[in-house]
């Protein structure tokens, strides 16, 4: 195993603190837990953003954390759920009266501690809502989760999300528009090679030479299928066709696209595949609004890529493309 790390038990400890040390600016850290905070947080009267989960898919979460996105991102060990306590802590760190709302992938341990950290911040009379993410439409239960997983869709939540928090509007407002843009995204990926958890010191799959793996999840989580691997075109048709079969969209309408990589997949390469996206929906008569493309969830080392299509109306438009200003995601 070759890493640049120091001890690997100390993995998220020492980035949270590297972190902190390159924008802080934007970020703190909380004393008391694995918790990456907005740096004016009490400079803040609005619905607060707190998101998160096991660590290794930076920038997510802490790399949204500050204007127009996240209030803070709760940071579990390696592929882990952070604990309940953490995401307690992060929630009375964060609000400021007017509520908080949880934004949580589609996984079992995530979902479980974060509901349990609700129930405890409710009690102390902090109003909480959650949602859960569930974009991902490779598979309908996996490893981690009892229906669909979340994957790089969470991040248009964030940031839609995170700019109607900033309108002043209320937390059901907030959550109403976090709900809209979940019944409204779809992603799905592929992989041609594993990561190495820190701790484990060795892959935690293996694929063949000239294999890949279709619909596998951001921890490793088996795809659909494996196979032999093909053009980029070919790779991002299947994907879109997938993507378009589970939620139809119709001459004209507006979408917002994201091709994400999972950290070891050259930027060429993402621009290829987004080049036959971006035919697909002309051919489709499909308009793309806004394209993101770069890494933004990913998976360690592993080489791949997912592709995200959220379906805009006025109101998600107008919040996507609203100011944000956070270490990894900036719109101004």
């Given at each position: ?153 969470t991040i248009f939540v964030h ?74 075109d070919e790779i991002a048709e299947?994907?879109v066709n997938k993507i378009l ?88």
């Amino acid at each position: 195993m070759k890493k640049i790390i120091n001890n690997p038990d100390l993995v998220v400890e020492d980035m949270l603190k590297g972190m902190v040390a390159a924008h802080p600016q934007y970020i703190k850290k909380l004393e008391n837990a694995d918790v990456i905070v907005r740096a004016n947080l009490n400079a803040y009267e609005k619905v607060a953003l707190v998101s998160g989960g096991g660590s290794g898919h930076e920038p997510a979460h802490g790399g949204y954390v500050g204007k127009g996105m996240l209030d803070a991102a709760v940071a579990g060990a390696v592929f882990t759920s952070p604990t309940p306590d953490q995401v307690y802590e992060a929630i009375k760190a964060t609000d400021s009266g007017k509520g908080v709302l949880l934004i949580i992938k589609n996984y079992t341990g995530d979902i479980m501690n974060f509901e349990m950290a609700k129930e405890m911040a409710e009690m102390e009379g902090i109003n909480v809502n959650a949602v859960v993410v569930n974009d991902d439409v490779a598979v309908e239960n996996s490893t981690y989760t009892a229906g669909r997983r979340g994957i790089a869709g969470t991040i248009f939540v964030h940031k839609i999300a995170g700019a109607k928090a900033e309108t002043g509007a209320s937390l059901d407002e907030v959550t109403a528009v976090a709900e809209k843009v979940i019944a409204n995204v779809r992603s799905m990926g592929m992989a041609i090679s594993s990561c190495i958890v820190p701790a484990a010191g060795k892959p935690n799959f293996t694929l063949g030479e000239e294999e890949m793996e279709i619909g596998m999840g951001i921890h490793g989580e088996p795809g659909t299928h494996r196979e032999k691997i093909k053009s980029s075109d070919e790779i991002a048709e299947h994907l879109v066709n997938k993507i378009l079969g589970d939620s139809p969209l119709n001459k004209g309408e507006e979408v917002a696209v994201m091709v994400n990589g999972l950290a070891s997949t050259p930027l060429m390469e993402l621009y290829i595949v987004n080049k036959k996206v971006s035919e697909i929906l002309e051919e489709k008569g499909i308009k793309i609004h806004k394209t993101f493309v770069g890494e933004f969830i990913t998976s360690l080392e592993m080489a791949g890529f997912s592709i995200t299509i959220l379906k805009l109306d006025s109101e998600l438009k107008e919040l996507l493309d609203a100011t944000a200003d956070t270490p990894a995601f900036k719109s101004i």
